[in-house]
């Protein structure tokens, strides 16, 4: 009579170093957010999330904003609501962003930190 067969061998593991530790780490970790400095005093951090950017400017309030269509080239990036429409990625570095406020109407010309 024939030997049974062997079972096959049990899923191995994730390597538990330190550097399994620091690429878990890296990827459960949200990016810490851009800040930026604009024109007339305001200053706001955004976090970029799948289709949307949060927009922190403090005093000025807090905004959720989808992704828009608009961006004149793939490098720009546009969010807005019916409150702000903010464009990213603008500039020769990419560094540049405009707030539009809706009311009161407000445009801030912003750079990232």
């Not at 400017?57 to 409150?83: F, K």
């Amino acid at each position: 009579m024939a030997p049974a067969p062997a079972a096959a061998p049990a899923p191995r593991a994730a390597a538990a170093g330190p550097a399994a530790t620091a690429a878990s780490a890296a990827i459960a970790a949200p990016a810490a957010p851009a800040h930026y400095r604009c024109d007339n005093d305001i200053e706001f951090t955004v976090r970029f999330g799948d289709d949307s950017a949060i927009v922190d400017a403090g005093p000025r309030g807090r905004e959720e904003l989808p992704r828009d269509a608009g961006g004149a080239t793939p490098q720009q990036t546009v969010y807005s609501n019916t409150h702000m429409r903010a464009e990213f990625g603008l500039g020769v570095s990419g560094r540049e962003a405009l707030l539009r406020y809706a009311q009161p109407p407000l445009l801030a010309h912003c750079v990232r930190d």
